[in-house]
């Protein structure tokens, strides 16, 4: 029996679109949903970084372009690319967020998404384990597909008994919803 559902995909495939759009069903059906996701932050159509925002709204960097404006200390250790991870900023976002979860209930947790730029934290790496192995919630939540060098805690998650994992593409992105909810919805112990 599975307790978690991952989705994976490409980047750009709408991974975090369709977290969202799980997020709005199950909040209309009178699920609580606590978490995070990844947004994209573009200026002048051109991609310039990624924010964590949490589903209630508040927003951090997670990452900008080496040398763009707006990223406080982040140290150049902590690159994807040409992307510099701002790790103090996205672990006071995010890790507040697991430790003021509520425990079990109706409620599903987001973590959109478990990638390399979120894996410079430890603190966060250890946050998710806890949150996957204790019993009380269900998780959403996304990974990269397989590219290079695997990433421990990805291919962990990949590798779990307990987790339902959806693979999006362009081709069934726009109908795969409704098997993404009723899984959850599984998960929550409720019949669709």
């Known amino acids: 029996m599975f307790k978690h559902v991952f989705l994976t995909g490409p980047p750009g495939v709408g991974k975090t679109t369709l977290v969202q759009k799980a997020c709005e069903a199950l909040t209309s059906s009178g699920v609580a949903v606590e978490g995070f996701y990844t947004e994209e932050v573009r200026e002048g159509g051109r991609r310039v970084g990624f924010d964590v925002v949490s589903v209630t709204g508040k927003r951090g960097i997670l990452s900008r372009i080496g040398g763009s404006s707006g990223s406080s200390a982040g140290r150049r250790e902590h690159m994807v690319g040409q992307y510099v991870v701002d790790l103090v900023s996205f672990e006071s976002l995010a890790l507040p967020l697991f430790k003021n979860a509520s425990p079990g209930g109706r409620a599903v947790f987001v973590i959109d998404e478990i990638g390399k730029m979120e894996l410079f934290s430890q603190a966060f790496i250890r946050a998710v384990r ?20 695997p990433l421990g805690l990805v291919e962990e998650v990949r590798g779990r008994a307990d987790v339902k994992l959806f693979t999006v593409t362009k081709e069934n992105r726009n109908h795969i919803l409704q098997d993404i909810v009723a899984a959850l919805q599984e998960c929550l112990g409720q019949t669709v």
């Open 130 to 149: 806890q949150m996957l192995d204790s019993s009380g919630r269900p998780t959403l939540g996304t990974i990269p597909v397989p590219k290079g060098r």
